[in-house]
């Protein structure tokens, strides 16, 4: 029996929840779990449907970069997720997707703007837009350098008070302490995104949420002082 059913598992549920919340179209898009006690990664495989996916599909890899696991070639994203998951300790899952609305503000090279609490429930301000990646980088190791750029911009952030990341001219990526908790970010910022079109389109001059209205709902759900739910 495999040392990694569970987290083969985990990501399989992962990625098969991206089409069924609207995140996905055609191939595009992967999720991955990790577990940090083993050094490796549950990954989808690279360029199979979601429908045809098994967990037995997903494919097993370490934080160097190999495959521990799995008859199929891992996600052409899967040295994005392994830099994320190397730059970010407290992360346990990544998702990628090609949500419409977030890729339309990821290659405008903007990021969403926080007009309201819905936002401010799952991000403590805007979400943050990468700089467009140099012609040598992009010739480059190109998905490995794409989490660098993620990384960089994440200088003087916490991954968890800003969980996703808009990669210019590309698409967002989103993580969490579980990759369930990935997706469910992933699905806030589609949801924002599409609130910060309708508000744009409402009111083109529209500022930003009030500092202390941000900060009340952030920490109602976050941090040491959060409320929200049950305890």
């Known amino acids: 029996?495999?040392?990694?059913?569970?987290?083969?598992?985990?990501?399989?549920?992962?990625?098969?929840?991206?089409?069924?919340?609207?995140?996905?179209?055609?191939?595009?898009?992967?999720?991955?779990?990790?577990?940090?006690a083993k050094g490796a990664f549950a990954i989808k495989p690279s360029g199979i449907d979601y429908s045809a996916l098994s967990p037995d599909d997903m494919v097993v890899v370490d934080l160097d970069g190999r495959t521990v696991e799995g008859r199929l070639r891992p996600s052409s994203d899967t040295p994005t997720h392994r830099r994320l998951f190397l730059a970010f300790a407290g992360i346990g899952g990544v998702v990628h997707t090609h949500s419409s609305r977030a890729t339309a503000f990821a290659q405008a090279g903007r990021p969403i703007p926080i007009f309201g609490t819905t936002h401010a429930d799952y991000f403590n301000g805007e979400v943050p837009v990468t700089r467009k990646m140099t012609a040598a980088e992009i010739a480059g190791a190109y998905e490995w350098e794409t989490?660098?750029?993620?990384?960089?911009?994440?200088?003087?952030?916490?991954?968890a008070d800003f969980p996703g990341v808009l990669v210019n001219r590309?698409?967002?990526?989103?993580?969490?302490?579980t990759v369930a908790k990935a997706v469910e970010r992933a699905v806030a910022m589609e949801c924002v995104a599409d609130m910060a079109l309708m508000s744009l389109a409402l009111?083109?001059?529209?500022?930003?949420?009030?500092?202390?209205l941000l900060a009340r709902h952030f920490k109602r759900k976050h941090g040491v002082g959060a409320y929200y739910g049950q305890l």
């Open 1 to 36: 029996m495999s040392n990694f059913t569970e987290l083969k598992r985990e990501a399989w549920e992962a990625n098969v929840a991206l089409p069924r919340q609207g995140l996905i179209n055609l191939t595009f898009g992967n999720a991955s779990a990790i577990d940090r």
């Open 147 to 159: 989490g660098n750029v993620i990384v960089e911009r994440f200088s003087g952030l916490d991954p």
């Open 170 to 177: 590309h698409a967002p990526f989103a993580w969490g302490p």
């Open 203 to 212: 009111s083109p001059d529209l500022g930003s949420i009030e500092p202390e």
